[in-house]
């Protein structure tokens, strides 16, 4: 079946502007993560998504992210008054329950602020 | 604060070689260890180990825990130049997986 599938694959946009990520997970899972990877390092976990609600958001860097999840499926991360330090590639996960289950990673977006 | 250390952080290698990769880790509430093998952007998933001692195995990979030890290794013989990639190690505490920064590997023909 069909992965987890993220978009835009690419977004490039000015400090200060609003942009939005999408994630699509693997069809039936319910938990759904959201992580960041800056240059040379691991993903950083971000936010965690039990259904419909956040259920750990305590990674978000500051007020300026946020995501939604409303119908328990697609997520949107948003990220207001882009900064440079947030350039980043992107990485939503999925999985079929939360716990030590595994993580399935989609390709991610690479977010790059001018 | 959990930490995941990976080492070598870079190693090159020629085809046919045999590669170890190391992960140790210091975290609250271990569940389990993950491998993933990051070709441009997306982990793919390798293994998962919850247990010490009993190794996981997949064609020319292989991966064992040791959790008195604290650490896990990851193996791939006869190395391809497929294998060229960066190996990510992963801690589970559930929900979230708090990552290694990676062994970027490199296969020369």
């Known amino acids: 079946g069909a992965g987890v599938s993220q978009t835009p694959s690419n977004k490039v946009t000015e400090k200060g502007k609003y942009v939005e990520l999408r994630c699509d997970p693997i069809?039936?899972?319910?938990?759904l993560y959201w992580y960041r990877q800056s240059l040379g390092q691991g993903p950083e976990f971000l936010i965690y998504f039990q259904g419909t609600g956040a259920a750990d958001d305590s990674g978000l860097p500051n007020d300026r992210f946020f995501a939604v999840r409303p119908e328990g499926s697609v997520s949107t991360l948003k990220i207001q008054r882009t900064e440079r330090g947030d350039s980043a590639v992107y990485l939503c996960?999925?999985?079929?329950?939360?716990?030590?289950?595994?993580?399935?990673f989609g390709p991610g977006t690479r977010l790059t602020v001018l | 604060e959990d930490k995941v250390v990976q080492s070598p952080l870079s190693l090159v290698v020629h085809e046919g070689d045999t590669v170890t990769l190391n992960c140790s880790y210091e975290?609250?509430?271990?569940?389990?260890l993950l491998w993933y093998k990051q070709e441009k952007k997306a982990p793919t998933f390798l293994f998962m180990l919850t247990s010490s001692g009993i190794e996981k195995k997949s064609g020319r990979l292989s991966s064992i825990l040791d959790k008195k030890e604290l650490f896990s290794i990851l193996n791939i013989t006869a190395t391809q130049t497929g294998d060229s990639a960066i190996y990510l190690c992963a801690v589970a505490h559930p929900p979230r997986l708090t990552f290694g920064k990676g062994t970027l590997l490199t296969v020369n023909p």
């Open positions: 069809s039936g899972h319910t938990a």
């Open positions: 996960a999925s999985s079929f329950l939360a716990g030590p289950d595994t993580q399935y």
């Open positions: 975290v609250t509430n271990f569940r389990s």
